[in-house]
Every structure is written in structure tokens, then in C-alpha cells.
């Protein structure tokens, strides 16, 4: 049984619009400022950030492409590419035959920490200064509030 379509509103399209139209645009111009400052993509960014943000700089293949909402084949894709580069290495678990860790090397460590303060700084300058305090707060909310609803329905 094919369920029919609840049309957006007029408000609801447009609040719609506008949210995909920021997240397009300023994804792209945070991906040309890490290619242009830094020789990284945006997915070599994100990747790198999670896996600064654990201890050792290890992550299950698995539970990286999960976090970063990515299917298995883009993640498998993105690896090799990084390791190609000696930004990250493969390791087998010890564990278990079938899974692998994705680690951070010295050089993924030094690219992230010389590409942190000008993505910062990118953020800042087309993220933070347009916004008040209080919008910046406004904003958060409902979308971590977004996100939670996202979580509680996978």
C-alpha cells in the first residue's frame, strides 16, 4: 500500500530550502577552503577529526563509517585513498579475523593539527560572525534536537 505524500506548507518548504541551501553552500566553501589551506577533502577532514577525537586514533572500520554516516564501500573508498597518502594505516584485529581498525599515522596527526585552525577560522568567518550569541543558541537547539529525532528513529 503506497502511502500518500504529505506536501511540505509554504513555511515548512521554505524553512526546508533555506537549511539545504546554507548546508550546500557552506559545505562547499569549508570543502575549497581545506583543499586550497590544506590539500585535504572534506571527507579526509572528517575522518580525521573522529579519529583525533578517540583514544589511540583507532576506530573499528565499522563503527567510523557509522559515525560518519557512510556506507561500507564509500569508507573502504576513503580509507585506501588516505592511506595511499600515510595520512591513516589499516590494522587487523586481533579479535576477530573479519574486522580491521582505521588509526591515525604521525602525518595524519600533524596534517589535522596544521588544517584544524584555518578550518576554525573558515567557520568562524562564514558560520559564527554572521550570528548573534543568541541566534548561535537559537540555532543548536532544534538542531540538536533534529538530530536526536534522526537517532531515535534508526
Not at 11 to 37: H, K, N
Request: glycine content about 6%; proline content about 5%; charged content about 30%.
Amino acid at each position: 500500500m503506497d502511502e500518500q505524500p504529505q506536501w511540505l506548507t509554504p513555511v515548512e518548504q521554505d524553512a526546508w530550502r533555506s537549511v539545504i541551501r546554507m548546508y550546500e553552500r557552506l559545505g562547499a566553501r569549508l570543502a575549497r577552503c581545506l583543499q586550497s589551506e590544506s590539500c585535504l577533502s572534506g571527507a579526509d577532514y572528517a575522518v580525521l577529526v573522529k579519529l583525533t577525537g578517540v583514544p589511540d586514533g583507532r576506530m573499528r572500520h565499522v563503527e567510523l563509517a557509522r559515525s560518519l554516516e557512510w556506507e561500507k564501500s564509500r569508507m573502504s573508498h576513503q580509507i585506501s585513498r588516505m592511506a595511499k597518502r600515510g595520512l591513516v594505516v589499516r590494522e587487523e584485529c586481533p579479535e576477530d579475523g573479519r574486522g580491521a581498525f582505521v588509526v591515525i599515522t604521525e602525518a595524519g596527526r600533524e596534517v589535522i593539527a596544521e588544517a584544524a585552525p584555518r578550518h576554525a577560522n573558515a567557520v568562524r568567518r562564514l558560520f559564527i560572525d554572521p550570528l548573534t550569541p543568541g541566534e548561535l543558541g537559537t540555532l543548536a537547539c532544534p538542531a540538536d534536537r533534529i538530530v536526536e529525532h534522526m537517532e531515535k528513529q534508526s
